[in-house]
């Protein structure tokens, strides 16, 4: 696996709809026209949509679904940073974990054999939103604390949403993190700055934080009973419908991949969508008016238009709710499949 040269790596983290795709696409878009870049995407749902949104950005690409990282995939991550590292031998890795995923195992396997001497994990670019600093939900939530906890530079994105009390929030809340604090930076539209990634990782004195090391320890105890962590069933379906479900980190998943030779009613799908009020859905979706992109968090975000494909895409589509959150995917799996035309 050693290579004539160490590799420079990077974890881009946060939340669920932060902006953590939307960011590596604009980084991918102004890297060096020089350098081989290649990108490691982990999704919670089992069809890739972010793999999708980077396919045509023309760097590698590697998709791991099916759960975090650091539990039922770990081994298809490593299967797949070894392939990246390989095959592509690029001059940097980007790694995307799902937003409910714990990084804390990520960057262990990173700095420890075998790829201590092939990788050099730079800083850890964790995004957020600092609107979220109101919600209980997400304070009280752990990977969230984590993922900030682990952060190198700590990127509050969406700035021009923000109130003066967001930012007056944001400068409070850094203020009581502990030492050693990450380098905090506000930006819209997921602008990250290319030299961020040359940033070094905080001395955290060898260890991650408690909370990491409690889960960690943890996901040791737990390695026999992963099923009750997350959940996956694939569900039986009587035509060329895909549906699996995805269950952990209190939260409920359902991934769809849609007929590749059928259009779905843009009317009907765009009242859909609009009346959606879990956490996440997003997709890539043909329509009777054409591709269309969806990017929806927590009641904000509708259909926009997508450039058709230059090579063929399956139409795709994922939603996540919170398990207390009383919306029924099964009636939204029931009202897509109206939506569909005929051929």
């Known amino acids: 696996m050693r290579r004539n040269h160490i590799i420079p790596a990077n974890l881009v983290t946060g939340f669920l709809g932060v902006g953590k795709t939307t960011a590596i696409r604009d980084l991918l878009e102004r890297r060096p026209e020089t350098e081989r870049w290649a990108v490691l995407v982990n999704e919670f749902g089992e069809i890739g949509v972010d793999g999708g949104l980077l396919a045509d950005t023309g760097v590698a690409l590697e998709e791991i679904p099916g759960g975090c990282l650091c539990c039922v995939s ?15 031998d690029p001059d940097r890795i980007l790694i995307e974990p799902t937003g409910l995923g714990h990084p804390a195992q990520i960057i262990r396997t990173l700095t420890e054999p075998p790829y201590d001497g092939v990788l050099d994990l ?12 109101r919600s209980l939900r997400h304070r009280e ?4 604390r984590d993922q900030i906890a682990l952060a190198d530079i700590l990127v509050a994105n969406k700035l021009d949403l923000y109130t003066e009390a967001d930012r007056e929030a944001l400068r409070d809340f850094v203020t009581h993190m502990p030492t050693p604090r990450p380098v905090v930076v506000e930006t819209s539209h997921g602008r990250i700055e290319q030299e961020w990634l040359s940033h070094p990782r905080l001395d955290r004195g060898g260890a991650l934080f408690p909370e990491a090391r409690a889960f960690l320890q943890a996901q ?24 699996i479900d995805t269950r952990g980190d209190g939260y409920i998943g359902r991934s769809w ?16 969508v609009a009346g959606f009020s879990g956490e996440r859905l997003k997709g890539l979706l043909y329509t009777d008016q054409g ?3 969806l990017n929806r968090v927590n009641g904000d975000g509708e259909l926009q238009e997508l450039p058709q494909p230059s090579e063929p ?14 919306e029924p995917l099964q009636g939204f799996d029931a009202a897509l499949r109206r939506s569909e035309r005929c051929p």
């Open 291 to 293: 591709w269309r992109q």
């Open 313 to 326: 895409l399956r139409p795709r589509i994922e939603a996540i709710v919170s398990e207390n959150s009383g």
């Open 141 to 144: 939530h752990p990977t969230w």
């Open 220 to 243: 040791a105890q737990q390695v026999h009973g992963l099923d009750q962590h997350h959940h996956h069933a694939p569900s039986a379906v009587p035509d060329d419908w895909v549906t």
């Open 122 to 133: 730079r800083a850890t670019l964790t995004l957020m939103d600092a609107r979220h600093l």
């Open 257 to 272: 991949w849609l007929p590749f030779d059928r259009a779905l009613d843009y009317a009907a799908l765009q009242q859909l």
């Open 74 to 88: 770990a081994q298809m991550f490593t299967v797949g940073l070894n392939r990246l590292i390989r095959h592509q």
